[in-house]
């Protein structure tokens, strides 16, 4: 079946300008979750839904940044007045949901922000 | 004390020779341990998952876990080229559910 799908792959904005990141789970996966890698590194856990539960937002680095996730599925990264250190790969990675510690994630492709 | 650490390498081995990756985490509570790839450019990809203290292997690759040392590591045997990546390590909680990333060894296979 077909993986995690992001939209855009790249994505150049101008700082002030708001933009929103797509991501599309795997199909039956009701964990989501959003991360950002800078260049050289690692992964910065930003938010994780999980079914109809409130999401986990205390990775969010700032009130400019929001997400929604859309009828359990469908989920949207909003980062508002964009600034220059907020430029890098945005990951989201679906799983299954297991109660419990064992759930293994699944990442996307990312999208490349560049704010000028 | 960052949550997860790994040494940033660059790690080069020769084609065939056995390749280690290491990783310690602070929290006690972690309970599930991941071991991901990342090729330049690309999201990372699940190799290895371990729960238990030991190790699991799966074809060239074992997992070790010793979660008294809170420690976790990778053997990659044989060595190929394109086993030239970098490598996260990740921990999960029994709670939130939250993963926790290193900031990943990169690894160079010379042939």
């Known amino acids: 079946g077909a993986g995690v799908s992001q939209s855009p792959s790249n994505k150049v904005t101008e700082k002030g300008k708001d933009v929103e990141l797509r991501c599309d789970p795997i199909s039956g996966h009701t964990a989501l979750y959003w991360y950002r890698q800078s260049l050289g590194q690692g992964l910065e856990f930003l938010i994780y839904f999980q079914g109809n539960s409130a999401p986990d937002k205390s990775g969010l680095p700032s009130d400019r940044f929001s997400a929604e996730r859309t009828g359990g599925s469908v989920s949207t990264l909003t980062i508002q007045r964009t600034q220059q250190e907020d430029s890098a790969v945005y990951l989201c990675?679906?799983?299954?949901?297991?109660?419990?510690?064992?759930?293994?994630?699944?990442f996307g492709p990312g999208t490349r922000l560049t704010v000028l | 004390q960052k949550e997860v650490e790994q040494n940033s390498g660059p790690l080069s081995v020769p084609e065939g020779a056995i390749a280690s990756l290491n990783c310690t985490y602070s929290?006690?509570?972690?309970?599930?341990f991941f071991w991901y790839r990342q090729y330049s450019g690309k999201s990372p990809e699940l190799i290895m998952s371990i729960y238990s203290n030991g190790d699991k292997e799966d074809g060239r690759f074992t997992a070790q876990l010793n979660k008294a040392s809170q420690y976790v590591s990778l053997l990659i045997r044989d060595s190929q080229p394109s086993d030239s990546a970098t490598y996260l390590c990740a921990v999960n909680r029994d709670t939130g559910n939250q993963f926790y990333f290193g900031t990943g060894t990169s690894l160079t296979v010379i042939p």
């Open positions: 990675a679906s799983g299954r949901g297991v109660l419990g510690s064992t759930d293994t994630q699944y």
């Open positions: 929290d006690r509570v972690s309970q599930s």
